[in-house]
């Protein structure tokens, strides 16, 4: 193979999308360079938990590995010619990060957004503070350390400007990139004082001075560009995929079909006969639990992609299956279900079920199933590494960087202070990239390769063949309903395997934080619940999925309630707003969630009042009640998660031949505050979508072990004709009085019911299985 | 060696016959702003035009190329739709995570240069072939119609 007549300029180590900052003039850098340089001085780092271990457990960013940092001089720097270069530590992967974080601090450093420039960190928690972009909680964990970054180093600035105008501090004001002396009108521009600034301590915590949400610029208002738009759309951003290193040959990794197994014998020769393949090479799996250690297999190192995967098919290997060649959708649905006809394990108990059933004018019960599914994110998991002398960098496409960092360093057995990695933009993460398995392949390759890098990439296929699959599920309800058909006794059995079991294989029941979405923090005004978790095994590698166990959970206790509104022959809306009760705050420990997203049970507690308010908001914006040609129906879902609050109404048509279309969805969403509103409103959009792609469309299915579905034409997702004409989103206004909600997940769980409700009130049919595929079809 | 003419410069692409025209631009080129999506042509990602035509690049090899014109996203601006297309794209705020979003430009592009004010129906049909998982369809339809009749004002 030779070289193109003609040929590009080469991208060869460019880490990622943050090329500039090595560009950069190092002398202009030297303000605000950084902890390493100031060491001493640097602001304590927020993680205190892990220091003191006796103290009352930590809620929110305390909580997380390695905290929050508020320290200026990891987070801004300021050239001499007044660019402002701010780090955004949490991955880009659509949320819109990247210009909401670094929005933040311009806004308290009384920055001019168009001369801020924007790079991505590497992994390194004990400088920036948590990295693990997931749980819905970038903004809300790091709102207020980024303003005391942003404060701490307007404060900087003003202090070097009093200084050099020898005026008292109190006299000058930073003010859209400049400071200025109020009596004389004297001014100095960031850059001119970068230098003086870099001398300036950094501002003790306490002392910094924030602004009033009223004096906001840039926060709450909407109106930036995202950083990245334009690089997007004229294919000039970098991806995991799109990473270029000097002499990079290209891998794919042949992987057990089934989970545990392994190869039991190949033979390679044929491989190594396609033109462009360089090697093949094993990669070791490893024993239960999965973690995200890679599955093992054989690789094929090539010079181009499509060498690889042509040697790929050219390998000819006999696998051994392992303990989960069996695992089949269709049996183990059915164990779920005789599962969930027995009783479990009790997780929450009010009152006396068994007496209010016993006293109950009428009982119901409904059973939900919600299958596997894959994150299928556009760009599919790919990484480069490159381990030269015993130190390895990879870029990848990570959600979580610091653990990534420590896994790598862990395989290659070196310490993790000798791993790097550069984190590109995200082509889709829905909790698929916290998960770094491929960057462990890619490291383990270029290892085998002496040091020279190596990219791996995902086809379509083994993304969806292995996955971190959401779990599957059956939801088990039952209720006593009085004369009227108001609850008064309510039953939750939820059965599905747990995220835990990728940790520990040994694992059979939902951990607090998956039955504090959604099953056991439900607020309803009803005496006498019980929540049970009986056991389930896991036979793949189970992940999180954009909202996780809140999706299966709301489908099941959204849709039953609107059952319980129709034999109660009530309006579902009403209905659901009685099941409610009054506006009322209900500590999560009285629900006994342990969990809470995490978060203070004090400062979040479940406010049936914000609940209560999406659903009217989401009800009188969608026109509920209005009426509606036959075929028709609006439906209504309501679910608090992520310390959010959401409401969704869909409108259904259903023709005669039981085609479905949704042509409108009202959503309603309370989050407490917006740093920036034009990306809620994304988040919810696209919320919606995957909602009802989930609800409509998809499915992860096991036969013989394996995943029966290969690419999009089995897997299906959402395609434009299948979204809605209209989206509306409606944000009840916040004024960051309240503590903030996420947005990245709450917008998906509410959709599915909403959908399923409506076609209930469209044709009389209740669907309680997901998909919803042909079940309407005549 | 195989001639071909991609953003209006010639190579000579000397790869087996049958590499896709995506590796090519990805692996032998550098140019990767063409994603990778599916390799089977279900997703649209490595959408490029050829001779001005919307093709998936991941199912095509180089030999069906040969001689032809090719344009990918990196060059698609050049075009006065095409740069419609990417404003509109960005005025609109269309991408979440962006990775879809070349090809989406490409066929957006394409649609409307042979159809300069589609209706939504007409967009639907056109751009089905493109997936976007974070779900940005409402403002793809929008950011079209806004290029639409940008087109048409200039």
Redesign the interface.
């Known amino acids: 193979?030779?070289a193109?007549?003609?040929r590009?300029?080469?991208?060869a180590d460019r880490p990622s999308s943050d090329g500039p900052l090595i560009i950069a003039n190092v002398s202009r850098r030297r303000f605000l360079q950084g902890v390493s340089a100031l060491g001493g001085l640097v602001l304590a780092v927020g993680f205190p938990s892990a220091l003191r271990a006796a103290d009352p457990p930590k809620y929110g960013a305390d909580g997380m590995p390695n905290g929050w940092v508020d320290d200026p001089l990891a987070f801004v720097s300021i050239a001499e010619d007044g660019t402002v270069t701010i780090v955004c530590h949490r991955s880009?992967?659509?949320?819109?990060v990247r210009t909401g974080m670094p929005m933040i601090v311009a806004d308290e450093l009384e920055a001019d957004w168009k001369r801020v420039r924007v790079v991505q960190a590497t992994g390194d928690e004990k400088r920036f503070g948590n990295q693990d972009t997931d749980g819905s909680r970038s903004t809300r964990h790091f709102f207020d350390p980024m303003r005391r970054c942003g404060a701490a180093a307007r404060t900087m600035l003003e202090a070097a400007a009093a200084a050099r105008w020898k005026v008292p501090v109190d006299q000058v004001e930073a003010k859209n990139h400049e400071v200025v002396h109020r009596a004389t009108g004297r001014r100095a521009g960031y850059g001119s004082l970068a230098k003086a600034a870099a001398g300036q301590p950094v501002p003790a915590r306490e002392t910094v001075r924030l602004k009033s949400p009223a004096q906001f610029r840039y926060i709450g208002k909407g109106e930036l560009?995202?950083v990245?738009?334009?690089d997007?759309?004229?294919?000039?951003?970098?991806?995991g995929?799109?990473t270029?290193l000097d002499g990079m040959l290209?891998a794919v990794v042949a992987r057990p079909p089934v989970y545990g197994g392994k190869v039991a014998s190949y033979d390679g020769a044929e491989a190594l006969k396609v033109?462009?393949v360089v090697r093949v090479v094993d990669i070791e799996g490893s024993p239960a639990p999965p973690e995200f250690k890679p599955l093992g297999g054989v690789a094929v190192i090539g010079r181009?992609?499509?060498a690889a995967?042509q040697g790929r098919k050219a390998l000819k290997i006999v696998w051994d299956d392992g303990p989960n060649a069996a695992y089949d959708s269709v049996a183990f649905k059915a164990t779920l279900e005789d599962t969930a006809h027995k009783p479990g394990k009790v997780v929450r108990s009010d009152g006396d079920f068994d007496a209010g059933m016993g006293a109950a004018a009428r009982r119901l019960d409904a059973e939900y199933y919600v299958p596997h599914l894959a994150?299928?994110?556009?760009?599919?998991p790919a990484a480069t590494a490159r381990v030269v002398q015993g130190k390895c960098e990879v870029w990848a496409c990570v959600q979580s960087p610091q653990g990534t960092r420590d896994l790598v360093a862990k395989r290659l057995g070196i310490p993790p202070e000798d791993v790097t990695v550069h984190v590109t933009?995200?082509?889709?993460?829905?909790g698929r990239k916290s998960k770094c398995d491929f960057v462990l392949e890619a490291a383990v390759l270029s290892k085998a390769m002496d040091g020279k890098p190596v990219k791996v990439?995902w086809?379509?296929e083994d993304d969806l063949h292995h996955c971190y699959f959401h779990t599957v599920s059956v939801e088990h309800l039952e209720a006593g309903v009085d004369a009227q058909g108001k609850p008064v006794a309510w039953l939750h059995r939820s059965v599905a395997p747990t995220i835990i079991s990728t940790f520990n294989a040994a694992a059979k029941q939902e951990a607090a934080f998956e039955l504090g979405m959604g099953v056991i923090n439900v607020p309803f005004a009803i005496p006498n619940v019980r929540i049970e978790n009986p056991e389930a095994t896991a036979h793949t590698r189970i992940g999180w999925f954009r909202s996780v166990s809140n999706i299966p959970h709301a489908f099941a206790v959204q849709s039953f309630v609107a059952e319980l509104a129709a034999a109660a022959g009530r309006d579902q809306k009403d209905f659901l707003l009685d099941v409610i009760g009054p506006a009322r705050q209900v500590s999560p420990q009285t629900l006994s969630d342990t969990w809470n997203h995490g978060e203070s049970p004090e400062r979040y507690p479940v406010d049936t009042g914000r609940l209560r308010g999406v659903v009217e908001t989401a009800a009188r914006e969608a026109g509920w009640g209005r009426s509606l040609p036959k075929g028709r129906g609006l439906g209504i879902a309501a679910h608090y998660s992520f310390v959010t609050y959401v409401a969704a109404v869909a409108e259904v048509a259903v023709d005669d031949k039981g085609q479905l279309t949704i042509p409108r969805v009202d959503i309603a969403v309370d989050c407490g505050g917006c740093v920036n509103p034009?990306?809620v409103r994304?988040?919810m959009?696209?919320?919606?979508?995957?909602g009802i792609?989930l609800a409509t469309l998809g499915e992860i299915s096991f036969k013989a072990g394996r995943v029966e579905q290969d690419?999009?034409?089995a897997y299906e997702?959402?395609?434009?004709?299948g979204?809605?004409?209209?989206?509306r989103v409606h944000i009840i206004p916040g004024d960051f009085s309240k503590p903030l909600g996420g947005v990245g997940e709450p917008g998906v769980p509410p959709i599915a019911p909403a959908i399923c409700n409506a076609i209930f009130a469209a044709t009389g049919k209740r669907i309680r299985r997901l998909p919803i595929r042909d079940q309407l079809k005549a | 060696m195989t001639p071909v003419t991609i953003n209006g410069?010639?190579?000579?692409?000397?790869?087996?016959e049958d590499?896709?025209l995506l590796?090519t631009l990805?692996?032998?080129?550098?140019?990767?702003?063409?994603?990778?999506?599916?390799?089977?042509a279900?997703?649209g990602?490595c959408t490029v035009h050829v001779d001005g035509q919307p093709v998936r690049s991941c199912s095509t090899p180089i030999s069906a190329v040969a001689n032809k014109k090719i344009t990918?996203?990196?060059a698609v601006?050049n075009d006065k739709v095409g740069k419609a297309?990417?404003s509109a794209?960005?005025?609109m705020?269309v991408?979440?995570?962006?990775?879809?979003?070349?090809g989406q430009?490409m066929s957006a592009t394409a649609l409307l240069r042979r159809t300069p004010k589609p209706t939504?129906a007409e967009?639907?049909?056109a751009?089905?072939?493109?997936?976007?998982?974070?779900?940005?369809?409402?403002?793809?339809?929008a950011a079209i119609q806004r290029a639409a009749r940008q087109g048409a004002t200039s």
């Open positions: 193979m030779s193109p007549v003609d590009i300029p080469s991208t880009e992967m659509g949320q819109g560009k995202l990245d738009g334009r997007i759309v004229t294919g000039k951003a970098h991806y995929i799109d270029r290209y033109p462009g181009n992609t499509w995967m994150h299928a994110t556009m760009e599919p933009l995200l082509g889709g993460g829905f990439t086809t379509r034009d990306r994304a988040q959009e696209g919320a919606c979508v995957m792609g690419n999009f034409h997702v959402t395609r434009m004709a979204a809605p004409r209209e989206i | 410069r010639r190579y000579n692409v000397d790869l087996p590499t896709p590796w990805r692996d032998h080129l550098g140019l990767t702003g063409t994603k990778f999506g599916c390799g089977m279900l997703c990602a990918t996203i990196e601006g297309v990417q794209w960005v005025d705020g991408p979440q995570c962006g990775y879809c979003q070349a430009v939504d967009i639907d049909e751009m089905s072939g493109n997936i976007c998982r974070c779900g940005t369809y409402v403002r793809i339809r």
